[in-house]
């Protein structure tokens, strides 16, 4: 059966998240096994956990502790980094700066965002930098001290869980596995995340992230444990917690490849909300495609029940759309927020 033909099988009304063992993954059977259980989760919830991805305990600590004291600087350090002060929108982004659902009023989230950069760094050269986004600079904070080795060691660990994975992906959709070796881009963007505790009056329309989807093909997202905020919608319409699982990271499937699998993959909608009256970090790690790539509903994930349902684009144009959109919207969103009080 074509994995088009075994979607009328598919439910969206999960109410939990599986989980997933990856810490066996050198033989083809254990990968095909795995890349089965992958399918389904991608199919009917979109999230899962990964378990034993390797990822070394003590780089997590470090960029976390790196995060906690950077965050804490006075604003006007950290605003020295704006992040819209650089044309690819890297540095630092305050709380309110950006509001991802238009219906709310701003995001209760301050952020730093780089992309994949080589631990020595290359030599930046202004006309190579559109042939390698590896070159493209990041801006670093001054201290704390190790701040960039913490971020790019934490960076480079996470890239090796997205090779393995995209692999597993390439396998639960029919495809030879090396199918998005050259296809994946080669600078990635990460964010480290601080989420304040809200402690005033609920009110929806402000909330720590916003309702979305994300806009590439994956997410690995590491979340503080012991601190429920992120929450995934089914397809009933329920929010369900995506609850930290100690060792876990968190994978999501994004619009890209929900677009590039016909919708098979399902690119679910999700926000978080802290009110666990103490500040809570995570760390999302957003795998995109090489803006040359072509995408549109992959062989496999076409039948004639279900026709193809997009248009081919080019991956760097579809992203290019969605950034701009969402900029637009944080723009007024802080307008806004500016002649309100900070409605904590
Ligand atoms: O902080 C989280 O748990 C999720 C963040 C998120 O959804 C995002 O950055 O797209
Ligand atoms: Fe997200």
Not at 9 to 16: I, P, Q, R
Not at 93 to 122: C, H, M, Q, T
Not at 177 to 202: A, N, V, W
Not at 233 to 251: D, F, M, R, Y
Request: proline share 5%; aromatic share 10%.
């Amino acid at each position: 059966m074509s994995l088009a033909e075994t979607t009328a099988s598919v439910n969206g009304a999960f109410d939990s998240i599986p989980i997933i063992d990856i810490g066996h993954a050198s033989t083809h059977e254990e990968r095909a096994a795995l890349a089965r259980q992958i399918r389904d989760a991608c199919m009917n919830v979109g999230f899962f956990y990964i378990r034993n991805h390797g990822i070394p305990e003590e780089t997590i600590d470090e960029v976390l502790s790196a995060m906690k004291t950077f965050f804490s600087l006075p604003l006007e350090m950290k605003m020295k980094l704006y992040h819209r002060q650089s044309v690819h929108v890297r540095g630092y982004e305050p709380l309110l700066d950006s509001n991802v659902d238009p219906a709310n009023r701003g995001d209760l989230y301050e952020s730093f965002v780089i992309g994949g950069e080589e631990l020595v760094p290359k030599e930046y050269d202004d006309e190579k930098v559109h042939d390698d986004s590896m070159l493209i600079k990041n801006l670093w904070p001054s201290e704390p001290a190790g701040f960039r080795e913490a971020f790019l060691s934490y960076c480079h660990a996470a890239l090796s869980v997205g090779k393995v994975l995209h692999r597993l992906f390439a396998l639960a959709l029919d495809l030879p596995e090396t199918s998005f070796d050259d296809k994946l881009q080669h600078c990635q963007i990460m964010r480290g995340l601080h989420y304040p505790p809200q402690t005033g009056p609920e009110d929806d329309r402000i909330i720590g992230f916003g309702a979305h989807s994300d806009f590439q093909c994956f997410t690995i997202l590491w979340q503080e444990p012991g601190i429920q905020a992120l929450q995934v919608l089914n397809s009933e319409k329920k929010w369900i917690n995506a609850t930290p699982i100690p060792g876990t990271l968190v994978i999501n499937i994004g619009d890209l490849l929900s677009r590039w699998t016909n919708n098979i993959f399902r690119s679910t909608v999700h926000r978080v909300i802290n009110r666990s009256g103490v500040c809570r970090y995570s760390i999302p790690l957003f795998f995109g495609l090489d803006t040359h790539v072509e995408v549109e509903p992959l062989s496999s994930c076409v039948s004639s029940e279900r026709p193809a349902k997009y248009e081919r684009i080019s991956s760097g144009e579809y992203v290019q759309k969605l950034m701009q959109e969402m900029y637009r919207r944080s723009f007024t969103a802080s307008d806004d927020a500016a002649r309100h009080d900070d409605g904590r």
